[in-house]
């Protein structure tokens, strides 16, 4: 359906809940392309609710509708990557990853340097410390020498509601 949309240049209404917030918001976007990147399929467009362009990741979308407005392609090429811009106000977190965690920095847009060991320094950046606070819960053991007070204070709250919904 998107990719029919985006053929007859017609704007696609969808429902999409957000990774960071799992929040549910209704988007119209101009779609530019859909495309297969990092083991998921996404939708790259301009976003009205945004009022810039996005990229949507098409499991997280629950519904869509064809609307009849129209639109043209931009003279740009078609986003066909996900690549996350940092900026000046993200969050910015340091953390140590244990060798067989190097892929974080192959998934992730980071900074890093190689340690003694096969450990990785790896400073990220971030516009929502969620993001984050659950990839270094996800990485458990693997992950040592946080440094980034908004993170660790993220992180130490979501590991209470955790405990406590499942205590």
Wanted: one cysteine or more; hydrophobic letters at 40%; aromatic letters at 8%.
């Amino acid at each position: 359906d998107l990719r029919d949309a985006i053929a007859q240049r017609r704007v696609a209404r969808f429902g999409y809940v957000g990774i960071a917030s799992n929040a549910r918001t209704e988007r119209d976007v101009e779609g530019h392309s859909v495309f297969f990147n990092l083991g998921n399929w996404y939708l790259s467009g301009s976003c009205r609710l945004a009022r810039g362009l996005r990229v949507f990741r098409v499991d997280r979308i629950d519904s869509v509708e064809i609307l009849d407005d129209t639109y043209d392609l931009p003279d740009m090429a078609p986003q066909t990557t996900v690549q996350y811009q940092a900026n000046e106000s993200d969050e910015r977190v340091s953390f140590t990853l244990a060798p067989d965690a190097s892929w974080v920095v192959e998934y992730y847009p980071v900074e890093f340097e190689e340690l003694d060991g096969g450990e990785l320094r790896v400073t990220m950046s971030v516009a929502d410390p969620l993001l984050a606070a659950r990839l270094l819960l996800q990485l458990g053991d693997r992950v040592t020498n946080i440094d980034g007070v908004i993170i660790e204070e993220t992180l130490a709250d979501l590991r209470t509601r955790i405990l406590t919904r499942y205590s």
